[in-house]
């Protein structure tokens, strides 16, 4: 097959036109957005508020024990892979992240009005794990969804900024999280914001879901699939096929995403929020400052994720996470001795540097990953590594610096943490060769279907 398809689009996967382009950006970068200021509003509402409203009765570990809850969505996640990945590969991507978003902004809504502990007792934590837990599933298959829609539509030399249109949507969404917070601080101070300052930012998202529902209905859906789907070529039990013979591929690109992960966890995970505002902590810095930082830094995170993109359609997804790897273990060993002077100034600093790392250890990873699995079973593929790989990573990272921290009574040893799972990110990529520019339509299934582990042969 050569030209056009019927459906209209190119076998390689790019679409007819540069509106339609735009469009899909644009979409991708709302939607993401939406469901991951969702997705973190929780757990900046755990670094400040949740240990003392719904576990208080737990004492001096309640803020160990808040910072696990944010790890439990993490063990839902691969649920969510699983689901969107089955029903994506069958049904489309679109379907899924349409479904996805609406599950994310029920599940923060409501959280929104719960009540606390002190009204309801042990029948408020309960509730609030498991509308968390919802979130973890809806996360687990929207980001699986949102890359492939951004890079399957790519022309082949721009997958890689393309695909760090979905990436921006977590930098953006901490940036918003952290920035409806640190309003809700000044206008709601004290007291105040304990009492339902902190609510505000849940109950917003009612209104983001609409607006990013709305962008996200009015994409096309992916031309990959729509080629698989006007053949019937699509699988009947994707997650099987992706286990039966790319299970070691799976565990590989899970161990690159968790070394990011792990360390980009100190900020959307809570740690540092609550690290630097607890009162009775070595810092007790005051939450609005300490969310600006936070809010700063996403703009860095934001724009060293989007530079990465487009460095690595020029010099391989490869080398830019060989050079990412390299620049996060910097900032890793830069971040607490700057945090720990108590300057919101070298805070900032500290946070800013750390996410130029995390950028070129995220930037490339949708395009990555896309080009890891074949056609038929990309979605599974794409979703479930990615959701083994934040359970690894980022899943109980604030909770293991907390206890760290508790255990040793410095940040050290927390630092050596996030340093190993750095290395271990590395030593990940060193496995994969770079596929960059694979054709990726279902022409192309028996070279997508060659293993790019090193030392290995077709799958």
């Given at each position: 097959m050569s030209?056009?398809?019927q459906?209209g ?20 970068v709302v939607?993401?957005t939406v469901?991951?200021y969702d997705?973190?509003i ?5 670094g400040l508020v949740?240990?003392q409203?719904?576990?208080a009765p737990l004492?001096a570990d309640s ?5 696990a809850?944010v790890?439990?969505s993490?063990?839902?996640?691969p649920?969510?892979a699983?689901?969107?990945g089955?029903f ?12 996805t978003?609406?599950?994310?902004g ?6 929104g009005v719960?009540p ?5 007792g ?21 980001w699986?969804g949102?890359?492939?829609?951004a890079v ?14 979905p990436q921006?949507?977590?930098?953006l969404g901490l940036?918003l999280?952290?920035g409806?917070m640190a309003?809700?601080?000044?206008l709601?101070?004290?007291?105040q914001?304990?009492?339902?300052g ?5 109950l917003?998202?009612v209104?983001l879901?609409?607006?990013g529902?709305?962008?996200?209905r009015k994409?096309?859906e992916?031309?990959?699939f729509?080629?698989?789907?006007e053949?019937?070529e699509r ?6 096929q992706l286990?039966?013979?790319?299970l070691?591929?799976?565990i590989i690109?899970?161990f690159?995403f ?16 609550n690290?630097?505002t ?9 939450r609005?400052p300490v969310l600006?930082?936070v809010?700063?830094?996403?703009v860095?995170w934001l724009?060293?994720?989007l530079l990465?993109g487009?460095?690595?359609?020029r010099i391989?997804r490869?080398?830019t ?5 390299v620049?996060q273990?910097?900032?890793?060993f830069?971040?607490?001795?700057l945090v720990?002077?108590g ?8 946070l800013?540097?750390?996410?130029i790392g995390?950028?070129f250890?995220y930037g490339?990873?949708?395009a ?11 979605f599974?593929?794409?979703?479930i590594?990615y959701?083994?790989g ?7 990272a604030p909770?293991i610096?907390a206890a760290?921290?508790k255990?040793t009574?410095s940040t050290?040893a927390?630092t ?5 799972m750095t ?6 990529t060193?496995?994969l060769?770079?596929?960059?520019g694979?054709?990726l339509?279902?022409?192309?299934e028996?070279?997508?279907s060659v293993?790019?582990i090193?030392?290995l042969a077709?799958?």
């Amino acid at each position: 097959m050569s030209g056009q398809s019927q459906t209209g689009f190119t076998p390689t996967g790019t679409i007819a036109t540069a509106a339609d382009r735009r469009r899909v950006v644009f979409a991708t970068v709302v939607g993401t957005t939406v469901e991951w200021y969702d997705f973190f509003i929780y757990a900046t509402a755990v670094g400040l508020v949740f240990g003392q409203l719904f576990f208080a009765p737990l004492g001096a570990d309640s803020a160990i024990i808040a910072f696990a809850t944010v790890g439990v969505s993490f063990l839902f996640r691969p649920l969510g892979a699983f689901l969107a990945g089955h029903f994506g590969d069958k049904f489309g991507r679109k379907t899924v992240l349409m479904w996805t978003l609406i599950l994310m902004g029920l599940a923060t809504a409501l959280i929104g009005v719960l009540p606390t502990y002190e009204t309801i007792g042990v029948t408020a934590p309960i509730l609030l794990v498991l509308l968390r837990i919802l979130q973890g599933i809806s996360a687990g298959g929207e980001w699986g969804g949102a890359v492939l829609m951004a890079v399957e539509h790519a022309p082949r030399t721009r997958r890689g900024i393309f695909g760090a249109s979905p990436q921006i949507g977590v930098p953006l969404g901490l940036l918003l999280a952290s920035g409806v917070m640190a309003l809700m601080t000044a206008l709601a101070p004290g007291d105040q914001f304990l009492a339902w300052g902190w609510r505000v930012p849940f109950l917003l998202s009612v209104v983001l879901i609409l607006v990013g529902y709305y962008v996200r209905r009015k994409v096309e859906e992916s031309p990959v699939f729509a080629e698989l789907a006007e053949r019937k070529e699509r699988a009947k039990m994707p997650i099987l096929q992706l286990f039966r013979k790319h299970l070691l591929l799976v565990i590989i690109a899970a161990f690159v995403f968790a070394g990011n992960n792990a360390v980009g966890y100190m900020t959307t995970g809570g740690y540092i929020q609550n690290y630097t505002t607890d009162p009775e902590g070595p810092i007790g810095l005051e939450r609005g400052p300490v969310l600006w930082a936070v809010a700063g830094s996403a703009v860095t995170w934001l724009l060293t994720t989007l530079l990465a993109g487009w460095v690595c359609d020029r010099i391989g997804r490869r080398t830019t996470y060989l050079i990412g790897w390299v620049l996060q273990l910097g900032g890793v060993f830069a971040l607490f001795p700057l945090v720990n002077t108590g300057e919101i100034g070298l805070v900032f600093a500290g946070l800013a540097i750390l996410t130029i790392g995390l950028g070129f250890t995220y930037g490339p990873q949708a395009a990555l990953y896309t080009e890891l699995f074949p056609a038929s079973i990309r979605f599974s593929g794409v979703s479930i590594s990615y959701a083994i790989g934040a359970i690894a990573g980022g899943a109980f990272a604030p909770t293991i610096a907390a206890a760290i921290v508790k255990a040793t009574g410095s940040t050290g040893a927390v630092t050596w943490y996030l340093a190993g799972m750095t290395v271990l990110g590395l030593i990940a990529t060193l496995l994969l060769r770079d596929r960059s520019g694979i054709p990726l339509g279902p022409d192309h299934e028996d070279e997508q279907s060659v293993s790019p582990i090193y030392g290995l042969a077709k799958a």
